[in-house]
């Protein structure tokens, strides 16, 4: 899990892959939740603030680009 500081310092591609990996994560996650193979459920919370923080850098950034 990453927090906000480390994301502001990714450039914009490296924050997009990152956030690629971060839903493929989610997807096999919540695949595995439902054949019962998940012991710590709250990965899953984690990894969709996460996503969240990386969507609002990345939009932060895209936002910041086009006004500058």
């Known amino acids: 899990m990453m927090n906000s ?28 939740k439902q054949t019962g193979q998940v012991e710590k459920t709250h990965e899953i919370r984690g990894l969709r603030k996460t996503i969240a923080r990386l969507e609002t850098v990345l939009t932060e950034k895209r936002v910041g680009a086009n006004a500058a």
């Open 5 to 32: 500081k480390e994301i502001r310092e990714l450039a914009p591609a490296e924050i997009s892959t990152k956030l690629r990996e971060a839903r493929e994560q989610l997807l096999q996650l919540r695949l595995r």
